[in-house]
């Protein structure tokens, strides 16, 4: 101990005098990390105490937590010190990609064009419309009765300007188009205050008594607006009704007193009625209320059964029902979602009528319902996909029918697709769908698809300076094309002579089939010799994020090859997901695992000089990983990790803790405690050991992981594991923000721009880095099509 105390007084290299197996980053700073306090602290459940010395950090409104993470980011700048000069090229390469003004196509609805758009050298959108022309006479008229201006509706950089934070949870417009009711959050934490526009006044109305407005529904006539509110551990689980110019309480309309459920409202989409969900991660039940007449009640659609889960639509007096009930007259099974109706009479909503049957070969994963067509995305060999099937349906025989057997049309889709979005597509009686298509080797597209016809439109193309510079442009260009098949899709613009994206199966621990896509440069070949990096997020059925994003560019450009592992617990099928949750999540981490070696054995990365990247539920994974494989990985970014779970769960008075139980198992069960014990991250730090550098990240204000998880995984990855490892994990905590940090897009930049500078350090590629900037600027212009 003394030694190491003198040592560390004259600023010598402890790696000198100790059996570290890791190459060090070069450049290590001259401070000490810090060291935080250690305050006696016994946890115990069923029967088993230890010892957490840092549980003091989950107390925010201590001033020593506060020292502690200013400390941290005053660490993480001095071992920055020498990436600053990266930092800001990366930067300028960015942002040299990125337009000065980004907008989105017109979204038609009644008589009005909505669309939104960034200004130039603004950090957030602003909401606007514009009059819809839809014949000659009426655009004179409309013309000179109130010109073609454009009206701004919401504003968000005004609102930022005002707050210095600012987070839009959700908007809606009501029928009328008169107002437009939006939450806001501007703390970060995302406890999000109504507020009411009236578009003809510019009048705002904000309930400031009511905090934690989640989801909206406005009533059909646009007198009242519905919405839910959180409790004070953010679950939503109240609706409440505002009668608007009615000066009175709002009206309490429902409550949900099961802690595992949340509520969520929606209007169905020709407005009719308006839907209550009360919902688990597995279990769903719905309440209906006749849109235009909210006094008449809340009525029940069907009781509540564990696992099963049902969302609807409304078509001209039937219900049309996305469920995974089984039916006993389709003798199905519950491992897909199905589709049934029933007529929307009260006495009759019980009586299920099946409408589409589970395929074993194509899983429906959600609909939406227009005036003349059904619209089902849809799952087939592991692909996504979306179909339009004529409505109403048919089915005088009343047997159900698969698919195929209802003559659907597959919408043409692109080879290198990763990801299709469903955009807003509000109008009831259109025929058109909207979507955004994206793969990592692709731009955004946003591609009408007209189901009438059978036709599409691409309206509008991501710009990438240097790379798609106005090759479609949603205001000026429209290129409309008819396929009869999906083989001829040669006009879909991407960058795929520059960049490979390959998709890959690996087999895991237990032969499960893992899905893993690469992307490099073109112009990196197989040698071993890459630098790369691993991102995983495997939980609650969400589909690891693959689309386009033009600041990879800068990796890949440097030769990096990027990997994105869909591993257990997250999407897209149900089975898949179940696969990774409660007992069996310890499959996600060994998934993970498979991928990273897979990359080293088949030539795609460097031995050592893979990475990981996990955010939130992420960041239990690759933290997992870590402890199990710690020489698998040379580094890793850890973002507002999810990292301390089993303490976090063994309290049920956190936000979310409850709702978490159905994907991670119960620790107040003692068999999911031993399980969630097995694997927490927190818990699982081998002492002495050598870890990856580590860039872990955490926001002050956040509501869904606390800020003391990163913190607390950091201080005990320095006090357990080998010293000359710890001093390259750093801790980065935004002091303002919230989970999805601060969000305007030039700051998102400065963000990135450090994290990828922290991979290139501690990848020990600075040195190669300040050798060839020259060459990386020049690379980084090349891709014009």
Request: aromatic share 12%.
């Amino acid at each position: 101990m003394l030694r190491r105390h003198l040592l560390r007084r004259l600023r010598l290299p402890i790696s000198s005098y100790s059996t570290c197996k890791r190459q060090p980053p070069p450049c290590l700073p001259s401070i000490d990390p810090p060291v935080p306090k250690k305050v006696p602290f016994a946890a115990s459940a069923h029967g088993r105490t230890w010892e957490d010395p840092y549980h003091w950090m989950s107390d925010v409104s201590d001033p020593d937590l506060t020292a502690y993470l200013l400390h941290e980011n005053s660490y993480a700048e001095a071992f920055m010190a020498d990436t600053e000069g990266l930092q800001r090229a990366l930067l300028a390469e960015m942002t040299s990609r990125m337009p000065q003004r980004i907008s989105t196509p017109y979204d038609a609805w009644g008589n009005w064009l909505y669309y939104q758009y960034i200004p130039e050298g603004k950090e957030y959108p602003v909401l606007c419309r514009r009059a819809r022309n839809q014949n000659v006479f009426a655009k004179v008229l409309r013309n000179w009765l109130r010109g073609c201006e454009e009206e701004v509706l919401l504003d968000w950089n005004e609102i930022a300007e005002q707050f210095g934070y600012v987070h839009i949870g959700t908007c809606k417009i009501s029928p009328n188009h008169r107002f437009i009711a939006y939450t806001l959050d501007t703390s970060g934490s995302e406890m999000f205050i109504l507020h009411i526009k009236d578009l003809k006044t510019g009048h705002i109305t904000s309930n400031l008594r009511m905090i934690g407005v989640v989801s909206l529904a406005w009533s059909g006539d646009s007198s009242c607006l519905l919405y839910t509110v959180c409790n004070e551990s953010q679950r939503p689980c109240r609706v409440f009704c505002a009668n608007l110019g009615s000066g009175s309480e709002d009206d309490l309309l429902y409550t949900e007193n099961d802690l595992s459920r949340c509520v969520d409202i929606t209007s169905t989409k020709d407005g009719k009625y308006i839907t209550i969900n009360s919902n688990s991660r597995s279990t769903s039940e719905v309440f209906v209320i006749d849109a235009m007449n909210i006094k008449d009640g809340i009525w029940p659609v069907r009781k509540c059964a564990s696992g099963v889960q049902y969302f609807l639509e409304h078509h001209y007096g039937f219900f049309y029902i996305l469920t995974n009930a089984p039916l006993d007259e389709m003798g199905s099974d519950t491992n897909g979602f199905h589709l049934v109706r029933c007529q929307a009479d009260k006495s009759l909503l019980g009586n299920w009528q099946a409408i589409i049957k589970p395929d074993q070969d194509m899983f429906i994963q959600d609909m939406d319902i227009f005036h003349g067509h059904l619209m089902l995305s849809v799952l087939r060999e592991g692909l996504p996909f979306f179909c339009s099937i004529e409505m109403p349906i048919v089915t005088n025989d009343h047997k159900a029918r698969k698919i195929d057997d209802l003559k659907p049309w597959f919408f043409p889709l692109p080879s290198s697709l990763c990801s299709i979005v469903p955009g807003s597509n509000l109008d009831f009686m259109s025929s058109v769908y909207r979507v955004v298509i994206s793969s990592p080797v692709m731009p955004d597209l946003i591609v009408d698809y007209d189901m009438k016809w059978r036709t599409f439109t691409i309206l509008h193309q991501e710009e990438v300076l240097g790379l798609i510079n106005n090759i479609i442009s949603g205001d000026k260009t429209h290129i409309k094309e008819h396929f009869s098949t999906v083989k001829n899709l040669h006009k879909w613009v991407d960058l795929s002579e520059e960049f490979s994206c390959e998709r890959r199966e690996v087999i895991s621990h237990d032969g499960a089939r893992v899905p893993l896509t690469i992307v490099y440069s073109q112009r990196t070949e197989h040698s071993g010799e890459s630098p790369g990096v691993l991102h995983g997020y495997g939980a609650y059925g969400e589909i690891l994020e693959k689309s386009f994003c033009s600041y990879n560019i800068s990796l890949l450009a440097r030769g990096w090859v990027l990997a994105y592992a869909d591993v257990r617990g997250g999407g897209p099928d149900v089975a898949w997901h179940k696969a990774g949750t409660r007992s069996d999540k310890l499959n996600s981490v060994y998934d993970f695992a498979a991928c990273a070696m897979f990359l080293k054995n088949e030539g795609y990365v460097h031995e050592s000089q893979l990475g990981a990247i996990g955010c939130s539920a992420g960041g239990l994974l690759v933290g997992a990983a870590i402890n199990i494989y710690p020489n698998l990985f040379s580094t890793a970014i850890l973002k507002v990790p999810f990292i301390d779970i089993c303490n976090t769960l063994l309290d049920a008075s956190l936000p979310l803790t409850n709702l978490d139980y159905d994907e991670f198992g119960d620790p107040r069960i003692e068999t999911n405690f031993e399980t969630i014990r097995g694997y927490s991250p927190y818990d699982n730090i081998h002492s002495n050991t050598c870890y990856p550098s580590m860039l872990v990240t955490a926001s002050f204000h956040d509501s869904r992981v606390g800020v003391w998880e990163a913190a607390k995984w950091v201080a005990r990855m320095r006090e357990e594991t080998c010293q000359n490892c710890a001093r390259s994990v750093i801790l980065k905590t935004n002091m303002s923000g919230g989970h999805f940090g601060e969000g305007g897009r030039y700051n998102h930049c400065g963000d990135v721009a450090f994290e990828f500078a922290f991979l290139i350090k501690a990848m020990g590629l600075l040195h190669k880095e300040k050798e060839s900037v020259v060459r990386y600027d020049c690379y980084s212009f090349l891709f014009f099509i």
